[in-house]
C-alpha cells in the first residue's frame, strides 16, 4: 500500500501561480510513474500530467500544456505539479496517483486513471476571475 498526499492548493487570482506536492509513504517511490488528474464539479476525471519513474519523460493535457509543469524529486518522495498562467476553468479538486511501473507508458495509458495503482485525496484549487 502506498499513501499518497497532496498539498499546496488554495485559491488564487486568474493568471496566478500554484505549486502542488505529493508525498508518498513508501520506500520506492522510485519505481512508481506518478500523474495528476483533476475533478471539477460535475465533470468527469480529468488527466493532468504524468512523469516516468525517474523523471525522463512527461505527457500533458491538451488544456494545461505550456502553462503547467511536472517534476519530480525521488529523494525527497515527492512529485509535483507547477501551475502557471492559471484560469478560473483549472478550478477542481487535483489528485496524484501512483502506477507501479519503470516502463514509460504511453500517452494513452497515462491518461486512463485505471492505470495507477494508488490515489491520494485530493487538493483543491480554485482560481477567481
Known amino acids: 500500500q502506498v499513501r499518497l498526499v497532496e498539498s499546496g492548493g488554495g485559491l488564487v487570482q486568474a493568471g496566478g501561480s500554484l505549486r502542488l506536492s505529493c508525498a508518498a509513504a513508501t520506500l520506492a517511490f522510485h519505481n512508481y510513474a506518478m500523474g495528476w488528474f483533476r475533478q471539477a464539479p460535475g465533470k468527469e476525471r480529468e488527466f493532468v500530467a504524468a512523469?516516468?519513474?525517474?523523471?525522463?519523460?512527461?505527457h500533458y493535457g491538451d488544456s494545461v500544456k505550456g502553462r503547467f509543469t511536472v517534476s519530480r524529486d525521488n529523494a525527497q518522495n515527492t512529485v509535483y505539479l507547477q501551475m502557471n498562467t492559471l484560469k478560473p476553468e483549472d478550478t477542481a479538486i487535483y489528485s496524484c496517483a501512483a502506477a507501479l511501473t519503470r516502463i514509460t507508458l504511453p500517452q494513452a495509458a497515462a491518461v486512463t486513471p485505471r492505470t495507477y495503482d494508488y490515489w491520494g485525496q485530493g487538493t483543491q484549487v480554485t482560481v477567481s476571475s
Open positions: 512523469i516516468t519513474w525517474n523523471g525522463g519523460s512527461t
